[in-house]
């Protein structure tokens, strides 16, 4: 599994943001996919996790309602829609997989990794 997100940008709080994250590997098949995002002194905290079929998905508390996790096994991408943007959702989002079908919320559980992108939220 090779995972590149995209997406990341400056915005302004209210706004909305599309992150992407493309799998060129060959194992995105079967994989509960997530997201987690990591602030500068903070812990590495999960924001969402969808599985396989795409039919059921998992939030964190500080996002619910407000970001949306989807993906297109067609094309080995996940996708998170970030609407309402709030300064404190400034941070680096990384896209992560877990291979098989149980849920995890923990980071420390997925076992692929992509490289991160900036998401940026001014006031």
């Known amino acids: 599994v090779q995972l590149q997100a995209s997406g990341g940008g400056l915005v302004q709080a209210g706004d909305s943001l599309r992150l992407s994250c493309a799998d060129s590997?060959?194992?995105?098949?079967?994989?509960?996919m997530g997201w987690f995002r990591q602030a500068p002194g903070k812990e590495r905290e999960f924001v969402a996790a969808?599985?396989?079929?795409?039919?059921?998905?998992h939030y964190g508390d500080s996002v619910e309602g407000r970001f949306t996790i989807s993906r297109d096994n067609a094309k080995s991408t996940v996708y998170l829609q970030m609407n309402r943007l709030e300064p404190e959702d400034t941070a680096v989002y990384y896209c992560?997989?877990?291979?098989?079908?149980?849920?995890?919320?923990?980071?420390?559980?997925?076992?692929?990794w992509g490289q991160g992108t900036q998401v940026t939220v001014s006031s």
């Open positions: 992560a997989a877990r291979r098989g079908t149980s849920y995890a919320f923990q980071w420390t559980l997925y076992h692929y």
């Open positions: 590997g060959r194992t995105f098949s079967g994989n509960v």
């Open positions: 969808i599985n396989w079929s795409g039919d059921v998905s």
